[in-house]
Structure formats: C-alpha cells, structure tokens
C-alpha cells in the first residue's frame, strides 16, 4: 500500500556571516570559499522572503550587481542563471564564477560599492514544520495544493530536490510508487515546470492546475 504524502511547511532562518564584498574581485574570492547554505540562500532565499524593489533580479548577486555596481550587462547575466538545472550546490557554485570570471576579464577598471552598500553573505538554514495533513490519493491532490503555503510548496517543490537522491520534487517521489497511467502522466508535467523565473504562489498555481487537469480529463491534454 502507498504511503500518504505529509505535507510539511518551512521557513529559512536567515544567519550572518561576517563575510562580505564590495567590489566584484572580492565577491569572487568569497564565493570560491563560502559555506555552501550561502549559495543556497542568495538564489533561492526570496521566494520565500521576497524583495520587492528588484522584482526583475530572481537572485541576490545579480540584484547586487545592478543597484550597487550599477553593472547592467553583469546584473543580467548573473540573472539568467537557473539554480534548479543543478543538482549539486559546488556545481551551481562553479557557474556563478565562471560569469563572474568572465566580466573581471572584459572590465579594465574594477567598481567599488559603496561602504554601506557591500555585499553581505547570509547562510540559511532551513526550519522544517509537520502540518499533520496527510493526503492519501492523487485525486485529492489539487485541492490540498491550493490550500498549501509558500513554505510547504518551497519545500516539496524546491527543496526536495537537494533531498533526494533522484533530485526530484517530493510530488514526483511520491506519485513513483503509484502503478497508475494518470501518475505517469502527473509525473511527466511536474517534471516539465521549472521553480526558477516565477514565484511560489504563482509555482502552486501552476501545480494546482496540472493535478487538476489530469484527475479530472483522466490525463488528457
């Protein structure tokens, strides 16, 4: 018998520290070293606590870039970068400082921030809440979604990709011990939505929709 999926809720507590940038020579040297949860802060961090005056920068080092380098052209470079098409935080590491090495080459001049505008590297660590609601068939999955919170969807949805070891969401794990056509089907939509460049009302939104669709057209398109 399938195990009933339990929802569970989470916050990121927010830590300091000490370490910071303030010019983009710097942000390299520390991004070379820093603890792995800062990475994991600065991309995926505000989804759940969200900025709203650099809605255009998904993370935190383009956002950087552009309000205190005033670097246009880094800015969106840094901000076309998808964490979620890596699996291992060394390698999402590794793309940061390839753009980062790329701009230090093309500029003659390195800019400065300002002193009170240094970039500050926060690692996160993640708080984990049991909401006790358990949900036992795919068919009552959409209406659970909708009713889920940011947090319980930054944590199956995004989250879990760190957890498990197949670096899929916990929706997906969960609907692979079904033997059903219709979870083959929800598996294949799940796995196409991408959790970057959106937000996560918006990602819960999509999520409602295709459980929706699926449970209630039997997987038709």
């Not at 880094?74 to 076309?80: S, V």
């Not at 590297?121 to 036992?136: A, C, E, K, P």
């Not at 796995?191 to 996560?200: E, M």
């Amino acid at each position: 018998m399938e195990e009933s999926f339990a929802v569970k809720d989470c916050g990121l507590i927010a830590i300091a520290t000490g370490q910071e940038a303030q010019n983009l020579r710097e942000l390299r040297d520390r991004v070379q070293t820093i603890h792995p949860g800062c990475i994991y802060y600065h991309f995926w961090g505000g989804m759940l606590s969200p900025s709203f005056d650099e809605t255009e920068y998904q993370n935190d080092f383009a956002a950087w870039a552009w309000r205190s380098l005033h670097d246009n052209i880094l800015a969106e470079r840094l901000a076309i970068i998808d964490p979620s098409q890596h699996r291992k935080i060394d390698s999402l590491r590794q793309e940061l400082l390839d753009v980062i090495e790329e701009r230090l080459a093309e500029s003659e001049l390195v800019v400065w921030a300002h002193p009170g505008q240094r970039f500050k590297f926060i690692r996160s660590q993640i708080l984990v809440f049991d909401t006790g609601t358990r949900i036992t068939a795919p068919t009552e999955m959409a209406e659970q979604i909708a009713l889920m919170s940011r947090g319980s969807i930054f944590y199956h949805f995004i989250d879990a990709r760190r957890r498990t070891d197949t670096a899929r969401s916990d929706f997906v794990e969960w609907l692979a011990a079904f033997d059903d056509p219709l979870c083959m089907e929800l598996i294949r939509r799940i796995s196409a939505i991408d959790p970057w460049f959106t937000t996560l009302t918006a990602l819960r939104q999509e999520l409602a929709a295709v459980f929706d669709r699926c449970t209630a057209g039997g997987g038709e398109k």
